[in-house]
């Protein structure tokens, strides 16, 4: 039986963190336990850092990180103690916390002071940790590039090339931001041994998911609940087309792959997901807090879609599918 406030789920970009978090809210709810999820990237969170840092111009700046974000986490646990939720955080632990550092050159001893600080204030809430790493850190970042496409690699080897730790190395571009996520990743495995969370380590190169999550869920003192898309091909296929905004500059394709209905809005492939029932139109996208209600014309054909959830350049918009 669950015995815990807080689930934190960690590991290097693109390891399934989210696509975990999602999957372990869904699981929560189904054993009737009140459930609160924060995707790393959701407008309002209450770990957010006021500025999006990656690289620090100062002494100073890296003094108020490392003293701002142990009183976010002690505001959090704090709120947690009060409710009656058990609240699912992917990332805040090592990647959007430690990794800045670490990328900044902070000193090893400084940064395991730090997490010992942040790992005290968490304690009232009996954290699990679930962390994924990759024996082959360069294949993992390299079948992550490709699964998000080029515009996507160029924002991370742009952001990642302008650090103190790659600048600091003889390697330069891809290469330069593989060997950082490399160490990165070999630092965070022997942080993970320091921590006294309970605690499950997986190294998931292979994608087993349906194990992993068995390990997981055995972890947790959970049932696995498999909930069965029921719609056949056919009805998948009238979801299809391509949809764009009537002002504005966002469009999306809309295609089935492998079985499943997939989409671009974020980044290509996205599996598009039945929410609660097969008749109602509302979906989800996987690994992200966004929902999706297609419109009907009086034909039954889809008209167009409407977006709402937790990202704040997608909330509210509305695409409309063009004739073919």
Same mark, same amino acid.
């Not at 090592?94 to 600080?117: A, W």
């Not at 929902?291 to 959830?309: C, L, M, R, T, W």
């Given at each position: 039986?669950?015995?815990?406030?807080?689930?934190?789920?960690?590991?290097?970009?693109?390891?399934?963190?989210?696509?975990?978090?999602?999957?372990?809210?869904?699981?929560?709810?189904?054993?009737?336990?009140?459930?609160?999820?924060?995707?790393?990237?959701?407008?309002?969170?209450?770990?957010?850092?006021?500025?999006?840092?990656?690289?620090?111009?100062?002494?100073?700046?890296?003094?108020?990180?490392?003293?701002?974000?142990?009183?976010?986490?002690?505001?959090?646990?704090?709120?947690?103690?009060?409710?009656?939720?058990?609240?699912?955080?992917?990332?805040?632990?090592?990647?959007?916390?430690?990794?800045?550092?670490?990328?900044?050159?902070?000193?090893?001893?400084?940064?395991?002071?730090?997490?010992?600080?942040?790992?005290?204030?968490?304690?009232?809430?009996?954290?699990?940790?679930?962390?994924?790493?990759?024996?082959?850190?360069?294949?993992?970042?390299?079948?992550?590039?490709?699964?998000?496409?080029?515009?996507?690699?160029?924002?991370?080897?742009?952001?990642?090339?302008?650090?103190?730790?790659?600048?600091?190395?003889? #390697?330069?571009?891809?290469?330069?931001?593989?060997?950082?996520?490399?160490?990165?990743?070999?630092?965070?495995?022997?942080?993970?041994?320091?921590?006294?969370?309970?605690?499950?380590? =997986?190294?998931?190169?292979?994608? @087993?998911?349906?194990?992993?999550?068995?390990?997981?869920? @055995?972890?947790?003192?959970? @049932?696995?609940? @498999?909930?069965?898309?029921?719609?056949?091909?056919?009805?998948?296929?009238?979801?299809?087309?391509?949809?764009?905004?009537?002002?504005?500059?966002?469009?999306?394709?809309?295609?089935?792959?492998?079985?499943?209905?997939?989409?671009? #809005?974020?980044?290509?492939?996205?599996? =598009?997901?039945?929410?609660?029932?097969?008749?109602?139109?509302?979906?989800?996208?996987?690994?992200?807090?966004?929902?999706?209600?297609?419109?009907?014309?009086?034909?039954?054909?889809?008209?167009?879609?409407?977006?709402?959830?937790?990202?704040?350049?997608?909330?509210?918009?509305?695409?409309?599918?063009?004739?073919?």
């Amino acid at each position: 039986m669950l015995n815990s406030k807080l689930i934190l789920i960690d590991g290097i970009t693109g390891s399934g963190k989210s696509t975990t978090a999602q999957f372990l809210a869904s699981q929560l709810k189904e054993n009737d336990i009140k459930v609160k999820w924060y995707h790393e990237t959701q407008t309002i969170h209450p770990l957010s850092y006021e500025e999006d840092v990656e690289v620090f111009d100062s002494h100073e700046e890296v003094k108020k990180f490392m003293e701002t974000i142990p009183k976010l986490w002690k505001q959090f646990t704090n709120q947690v103690m009060e409710s009656e939720e058990v609240h699912i955080i992917e990332s805040f632990l090592l990647q959007d916390t430690v990794r800045i550092l670490f990328q900044n050159k902070i000193e090893h001893n400084r940064i395991i002071d730090f997490v010992c600080e942040i790992e005290e204030i968490l304690k009232p809430l009996n954290p699990i940790l679930l962390y994924f790493h990759q024996l082959d850190a360069e294949a993992s970042i390299r079948r992550i590039w490709k699964r998000r496409g080029d515009a996507w690699k160029k924002w991370f080897i742009d952001s990642d090339i302008q650090t103190p730790y790659v600048k600091s190395i003889s #390697l330069h571009g891809e290469e330069g931001v593989i060997k950082l996520w490399s160490d990165y990743q070999a630092f965070t495995n022997q942080l993970f041994e320091k921590y006294q969370f309970r605690k499950l380590s =997986i190294e998931n190169s292979q994608g @087993n998911w349906s194990e992993y999550y068995h390990q997981i869920l @055995n972890l947790l003192g959970l @049932n696995l609940v @498999n909930k069965k898309d029921d719609l056949t091909l056919e009805e998948k296929s009238r979801f299809c087309g391509i949809y764009k905004e009537l002002e504005g500059d966002l469009d999306c394709t809309i295609e089935i792959v492998d079985g499943h209905i997939v989409c671009d #809005l974020i980044w290509p492939d996205i599996r =598009i997901l039945s929410l609660e029932t097969t008749k109602s139109n509302q979906f989800y996208l996987e690994s992200f807090p966004v929902y999706v209600q297609f419109e009907e014309n009086p034909d039954k054909s889809v008209k167009a879609f409407s977006i709402s959830g937790a990202k704040k350049e997608l909330e509210g918009r509305k695409l409309y599918k063009r004739a073919k």
